[in-house]
């Protein structure tokens, strides 16, 4: 059985271990527990998802398409070759 | 006897193969920095401009949205007066992060624990993004949308790291309850009467 505080420790620390934030030391301790602990793994699960549907909901090549031929243009009047 | 090539092309592929690619995430600085479309536009052509007229002063090997990112700043902060957020942001890192995990709580009860992988919330989470406030909307477009470092998102804002941490996760759990809510709405709660028809205009394909 898991340690209440311990696992208290560890959800502290889960939106910057999902961020790559952390000291190495701590992402690690941070990786181990998760590996052993059905709750904690749970909450890190519902947050990876989160973050992995809001990345994948952007939606920028269409949009900036006008703003790059725009940029494209003021480089060529620069004297930039184009690719 | 084949012609060397010239200098500048070289310089130009380089330009093009470095530089041009990170367009959308100079766009979204320019955003979180002018918060006006047309001024950002302007800016992200200033950015480019710039660096193309000052791109031999870029060391191979170094981060180049890193080094563009710092010329969309400087750029701003040089062409004009940068307005002041007054926020009531609470800063208790703490108080955001147990409210998350209660939010996924309240999910797995109402059975739309699993909703990122079932849902098409795609149309959602922009729609949730937009509508938070731009101190917020700002952090999350540039950490979770662009994959900025919380290092980086501070040096392109201005603002403390520790102020970068606070508005991303206050940001994070303010769009959670939105898509959480969101589910609900849309029927695919467990707990409330099954609506095929909503499940079918939701779910993913």
Not at chain 1, 27 to 47: I, P
Not at chain 2, 117 to 132: E, K, T
Not at chain 2, 163 to 189: C, M, N, P, W
Request: overall charge negative; some cysteine.
């Amino acid at each position: 059985m898991q340690n209440p505080e311990v696992c208290r420790e560890i959800v502290r620390q889960l939106w910057p271990y999902l961020d790559g934030a952390l000291p190495d030391e701590l992402q690690v301790s941070v990786s181990e527990h998760l590996s052993m602990c059905t709750n904690c793994r749970s909450h890190y699960d519902f947050q990876a998802a989160f973050l992995d549907a809001v990345r994948a909901s952007a939606n920028l090549g269409d949009q900036f398409e006008p703003l790059r031929a725009r940029v494209l243009a003021a480089l060529a009047a620069e004297g930039m070759s184009l690719p | 006897m084949a012609e060397p090539i010239p200098q500048s092309a070289d310089r130009d592929s380089e330009f093009a193969r470095l530089a041009l690619p990170l367009l959308p995430v100079i766009a979204r600085v320019a955003q979180a920095l002018t918060h006006d479309a047309a001024d950002a536009e302007d800016l992200v052509q200033e950015t480019f401009l710039k660096a193309y007229r000052h791109w031999n002063t870029f060391q191979p090997g170094s981060d180049p949205r890193r080094w563009l990112s710092a010329i969309a700043r400087n750029t701003f902060y040089a062409q004009r007066t940068r307005d002041r957020w007054v926020t009531a942001v609470g800063d208790d890192l703490d108080l955001e992060t147990f409210a998350a995990v209660d939010l996924h709580k309240l999910a797995r009860d109402r059975g739309v624990e699993d909703m990122f992988s079932r849902l098409d919330l795609g149309p959602a989470i922009n729609a949730a993004i937009d509508a938070l406030e731009p101190q917020y909307r700002d952090v999350v477009r540039l950490v979770d949308v662009e994959d900025l470092k919380y290092e980086e998102a501070a040096d392109v804002l201005g603002i403390p790291l520790g102020t970068v941490r606070s508005r991303l996760y206050r940001a994070r759990r303010q769009l959670q309850e939105k898509l959480v809510q969101h589910a609900i709405d849309a029927g695919f709660d467990t707990t409330s009467t099954d609506t095929p028809d909503s499940r079918a205009i939701h779910a993913k394909s």
